[in-house]
């Protein structure tokens, strides 16, 4: 039970992150000065979130690629 747990956060976390992650550097920016007390620049957030953007998408491909290879493993 503890195993399919851990499997639905592997999907929920990079899903997630995707889905709530700002559209424009700038808001991106702004987040981060309110959570840490500290600023970035634009251009900096915007790099941030390319990366945190691929990241996600290259996660997702990951577990949906090793979810067919074991669906297509069981036939």
Known sequence: MLHRGIGLAGWLAPGAALALL????VCLAGYIALATGFGISVSSAAYLRLGLLTFCVVSLVYLSMRRLRTFFRWK
């Open 22 to 25: 700002p559209k424009c550097p």
